[in-house]
């Protein structure tokens, strides 16, 4: 069952996410090519992912050490009561900032930051400290990624029995 406003994936449009995650640069034509589908199909679901929000973008993937940001950290802001607004600002401010989330629990924000140095980790802790709207942070960093971001195994957990509409798309067989 898929989630409220959340889009129904079929057999092809597993197909094609599969493909895009494995051949990234891959345009329309080989994307066609991989899946067994017209060209004209590729880009009707292309855009109706897009649409959905199943596909966010097309940015590359940077390696932030190899770019030369090799420290990383998770933080923990606490922040004044009905400040997430405010911080969200703040935080954008922030190159440092890669991401944030709005949480449960003890905190109400977690940030994954990066640096260059510890000299630079610290420089964005103070920034982030200097906020008027954070009251406390705690940091935690990161030593080592053991997994690296990934979505394709939590999306092959959705049921893939509706069939795709495409006619001409036939799903290799083991």
Do not use: W
């Not at 590359?60 to 009905?82: C, D, H, K, W």
């Not at 954070?134 to 069939?163: D, F, G, Y």
Request: glycine share 8%.
């Amino acid at each position: 069952m898929a989630a409220h406003g959340a889009v129904t994936l079929d057999e092809l449009d597993f197909a094609l996410l599969t493909a895009m995650h494995h051949h990234p640069r891959a345009g329309a034509l080989e994307l066609s090519r991989l899946v067994n589908v017209a060209r004209a199909t590729v880009h009707s679901r292309l855009r109706r992912l897009e649409n959905a929000g199943v596909l966010a973008g097309y940015e590359p993937r940077i390696g932030l050490s190899a770019a030369g940001f090799g420290v990383q950290a998770f933080v923990t802001l606490e922040i004044v009561q009905g400040a997430l607004d405010s911080v969200t600002s703040e935080l954008e401010s922030i190159p440092g900032v890669l991401e944030a989330f709005a949480t449960t629990g003890a905190g109400d924000v977690l940030c994954r930051i990066a640096a260059a140095s510890h000299d630079g980790l610290q420089a964005t802790l103070i920034a982030l400290n200097k906020s008027g709207v954070v009251s406390r942070s705690t940091s935690v960093i990161a030593l080592s990624e053991i997994i690296s971001l990934r979505t394709l195994p939590l999306i092959a957990t959705l049921n893939t029995e509706k069939a795709s509409k495409a006619p001409a798309f036939r799903k290799d067989e083991p």
